[in-house]
């Protein structure tokens, strides 16, 4: 681990403390896509942290180039924890922004996704974007796990300069099934689903 | 305060040693325990005898380490079980928009200012700096968001978990800067914690072996008449053997150690009807095996602060 990652990790911890519970699914080696309600720009970083060490190497994170891909915040962004920039705003609009999540699924590496693809300010998730679908179904030998955010939206929620520390959990449920020949809106409609039931076991 | 560490005593070895050697033992017990064949039901209360064991290790690691290093390390460490002993107090509290500010403040600007009071030994403004600034100048700093809705239950709570864990938290490490004859601050802090540690542990075992009268079961359904005075009284004889370590006759000391059981049991009993209030059962997920942070510290935020001023008002 780069001493980056881990005094990031530590200041983590410290802050929000980034508890793993794992609910209906263990760490393991297997490639995953984690998909987790968003409402804090400690959210990645949370999920991150919660991973046993050994995980942490690759799972990468999915991060907004709009906003981590300038100065500190790139630095952090890609040495502190290997996130994968992706361009959120399309400025090629060529390109399709899922372009570097596929790289990194072939190339083995877990990722940590944000389907809402922003941040709410709520404790429900809003509707998911079609991103998770598309790389759901082409990539169908990854385990698909929910995964729900307890309590970050307290410590720094949208529009908040300061944090304040509270202990948060992230809770990592059992893999989505995989249906075959499932429409998009209830494949999307199943995996939020999945999240706000983790939402609940509080 | 360099002068408090100078000469690390030879009690304070042996003590660390004996108390090694204890949990060395019960560690031992708890390992050819584990090999036996059981029900789940003792599985499982093995498991927590383990973990407790393994809590104990860590705690005297720690502390060691803060004795030997000196008063700043000692109060960094405080400081830290502050941090963190506020942050379950606040994850279970309701806030608002509002209360960002001085939730900030709180864990950020006071908890420093509060221990680096004791480490320049400024006993006048460490007494008063929560209770009178910190009570009156968080809430109007609150109050400047104009959002009244729950604004008196919001601040009184956040008011009692700042006076919990930090203010009365840190009546324990300020023993540190008593101007006592023979300065041995290091040990009476020590004797404190024995004390109030020993007292949660044999008020656990009398509780299991003899336990049937329960004081408040809607409060802590653990906690019984028999446990209470079984275990306060060992505690209490344990404490008064240990007046060689304080500037205490041993009579004196066994009076102490009581008012440190008592004080320490009225802090379980006060901080377990707080929770439950809140709606929860265990403070958090600090320690294994103890629940939280402040499920391991509650008796000593309410023994430490009457054993201080019992020591500064008699022994200084």
Known sequence: MRPSSVLLVGIVKLLVGAYARWVGSAPGPAQRIYFANHTSHIDTLAIWSSLPRDLRRGTRPIAARDYWGKGFRKYLATKGFGAVL???????PQSDPLDPLRTSLREGDSLIIFPEGTRGSTAVPAAFRSGLFRLASEFPTVELIPVYLDNLHRSLPKGALLPVPVVCTVRFGAPLARIADEAKEEFLARARDAVIALGRLA | MKHFFEDI???????????????????????????????EKTTASRANLVERINAWWIMVAILAAAFLTGPTMTLVLFALASFFALRE?????????????????????????????????????????IPVYAFLLLPS??????????????????????????YCLSHAPALLMLPLPQARNALLLFYLLLVVQMSDVMQYVFGKLFGKTKIAPLVSPSKTVEGFVGGGLAATVIGGAMWWITPFTPLQSAAISAIIVIMGFLGGLTLSAVKRSLGAKDWGVMIEGHGGMLDRTDSICFAAPVFFHVVRWFYT
């Open chain 2, 9 to 39: 005593p030879v009690e304070f070895l042996w003590l660390f040693g004996s108390l090694m050697g204890l949990l060395a033992i019960a560690s031992t017990i708890a390992a050819v325990l584990a090999r036996r064949p059981a029900d």
């Open chain 1, 86 to 92: 992706i361009d959120r705003a399309r400025e090629n």
């Open chain 2, 89 to 129: 107090f606040i994850t279970l509290t309701p806030s608002r928009a509002g209360d960002r500010l001085p939730l900030f403040l709180s864990f950020f600007v006071i908890i420093p200012a509060q221990y680096t009071l004791i480490g320049t030994a400024q006993y006048g403004l460490f007494a008063i700096f």
């Open chain 2, 141 to 166: 700093i609150a109050a400047m968001r104009s959002d009244v809705e729950d604004f008196l239950s919001r601040s009184a709570k956040q008011q009692w978990g700042l006076m919990v864990t930090v």
